[in-house]
């Protein structure tokens, strides 16, 4: 298995811009998650979904913030606008039925720079 | 609230120096706890993980993590570190059948070869 895809690796972008922020999680895993880390709040949760249905959003941090899963494949997290505090390593984990029976398998992160 | 707090934020060792790295927790029911680990320029991978049973859990690479309920506490260690061991450490802790999986802010080793 691939793992957890994410793309772009790295995004610069300027304020103000859209930012659109991709995850293919495994194949079969039925949850996926969205986590922001940053020097000062290290991991936070933004969103996971379980089974494509977004369960608990409330780490998404403003409504600049939205996350989507049209499919069990694939997801986007978008910033619009974008504004220079979100620059951070924004990590797409998935698992086999909810992080509470199984470990997280992690993407290798999209680095964001909000200039 | 759950909340995860690492107490050191980098440490330093030589090679073949001992390990501990603090990891506490706050929530008093059934907790799950693990220990993720991330290379340079890596994505963050599982080390270790206690669910129940023995509570002296072996992860990966050496490393072994005690669960301690009476002080909320699941250190990491490992008797000998390597050059290879750099990286960034975290905690993470999930409380009840329900909670999400909080993580703390990270520790970062840095092995001296």
């Known amino acids: 298995d691939a793992g957890v895809i994410q793309s772009p690796r790295h995004e610069v972008t300027e304020m103000g811009q859209e930012v659109t922020l991709r995850c293919k999680p495994i194949?079969?895993?039925?949850?996926l998650f969205w986590y922001r880390q940053t020097m000062m709040r290290g991991l936070e949760l933004l969103i996971y979904?379980?089974?494509?249905?977004?369960?608990?959003d409330s780490g998404m941090p403003e409504d600049r913030f939205s996350a989507k899963m049209p499919n069990a494949s694939f997801s986007t997290l978008k910033i619009q606008p974008s504004e220079p505090r979100d620059s951070a390593v924004y990590f797409c984990?998935?698992?086999?039925?909810?992080?509470?029976?199984?470990?997280?398998?992690f993407g290798n992160g999209t680095r964001l720079t909000v200039t | 609230a759950q909340s995860v707090s690492q107490h050191n934020h980098h440490v330093i060792l030589s090679e073949a120096a001992s390990l501990e790295l603090g990891c506490n927790y706050s929530?008093?029911?059934?907790?799950?706890l693990f220990w993720y680990v991330q290379y340079p320029g890596q994505h963050l991978q599982l080390l270790l993980k206690?669910?129940?049973?023995?509570?002296l859990v072996k992860g990966i690479k050496g490393f072994e993590a005690e669960f301690i309920k009476s002080k909320f506490s699941f250190n990491l260690r490992k008797p000998s570190v390597q050059w290879s061991d750099t990286a960034e450490y975290f905690c993470?802790?999930?409380?009840?059948?329900?909670?999400?999986?909080?993580f703390g802010k990270g520790t970062k080793l840095s092995v001296k070869p």
């Open positions: 206690y669910f129940s049973g023995d509570p």
């Open positions: 993470a802790v999930i409380g009840g059948s329900q909670g999400n999986l909080i």
């Open positions: 979904f379980n089974n494509n249905v977004p369960i608990d």
């Open positions: 984990a998935s698992s086999l039925g909810g992080s509470y029976n199984s470990p997280l398998h």
């Open positions: 194949s079969g895993h039925n949850s």
């Open positions: 929530y008093g029911g059934t907790v799950n």
